[in-house]
């Protein structure tokens, strides 16, 4: 199931609601039980609670570190990115005419779609799509060129080395596919972390209403820190959610290659 056409500011409002109701929830079932007997202790119940909140605090910690790691790995990506396509639009000059100006005019757009593309919103299925035919359309082009000239000298270095370029370029290309944009957190994850989150407020209130305290507004700051926590968590996972990988090397490149031959 993909989450990605859920607006974020969808996510954090939910997120503060679900949160309010689970513990006015749990508050109201407390207090009720605390009108119909004393003698449901506090400990017992702030025991559960203190364990629950233990379990989410780690499954909300185990998933944002999954989804930093892969932002590290989407920078890293950016950048081995543009030091492949540098190289192959490098390598293009050893090419014979005219697949050399093909060849780099070639490059150009592809490093244009690619740049393109990281602004195109990671919940535009169709659009998102339509890039990466896009992309990949170029790279069999570009590997047609290449197997042309090698078939003219199968002993040429000047060939071998295009096509080593080319191979990297295409390999960094499908692990940006594969982290950037295929790469999610597991729906069942998504489910497992509002159930505790759910699981853990209702314990939280469930005391608050056994212990006969009023409604206290530190429940509303609750609410924001967990959805905060959560708009963050999802921001992340998405590469064209609010934090976006900067895509400067890939524009620093395209200043350096010459436009449109």
Request: cysteine-free.
């Amino acid at each position: 199931m993909n989450l990605d056409a859920v607006p974020l500011w969808v996510v954090f409002l939910g997120t503060v609601v679900l949160v309010i109701l689970s513990i006015e929830l749990g508050y109201r079932l407390g207090g009720s039980a605390h009108r119909r007997s004393e003698d449901e202790k506090e400990a017992p119940v702030s025991g559960v609670s203190g364990a629950v909140l233990g379990l989410t605090a780690f499954i909300l910690a185990f998933t944002f570190a999954i989804v930093s790691d892969r932002y590290d790995t989407r920078k890293a990506l950016v950048r081995e990115d543009a030091n492949a396509i540098r190289v192959a639009y490098s390598r293009a000059d050893f090419l014979p005419e005219p697949d050399r100006a093909e060849s780099k005019r070639l490059l150009v757009k592809y490093i244009d779609t690619r740049l393109e593309f990281t602004r195109t919103n990671s919940g535009e299925q169709a659009r998102v799509e339509s890039m990466i035919a896009e992309t990949e359309r170029i790279q069999r082009r570009l590997w047609t060129i290449a197997v042309k000239n090698a078939e003219l000298d199968m002993n040429s270095d000047v060939a071998a080395l295009y096509i080593e370029a080319l191979n990297d370029m295409v390999g960094v290309h499908a692990n940006r596919l594969a982290i950037g944009v295929q790469a999610r957190i597991p729906f069942g994850m998504w489910v497992v972390l509002y159930s505790l989150i759910v699981l853990g407020m209702f314990s939280v209130g469930y005391h608050a209403g056994i212990a006969g305290s009023k409604r206290s507004n530190a429940m509303v700051v609750l609410a924001v820190s967990f959805a905060l926590v959560i708009f963050m968590i999802a921001a992340l996972d998405r590469p064209g959610g609010a934090v976006r990988v900067s895509q400067q090397p890939l524009a620093d490149l395209r200043k350096f290659m010459v436009p449109d031959e």
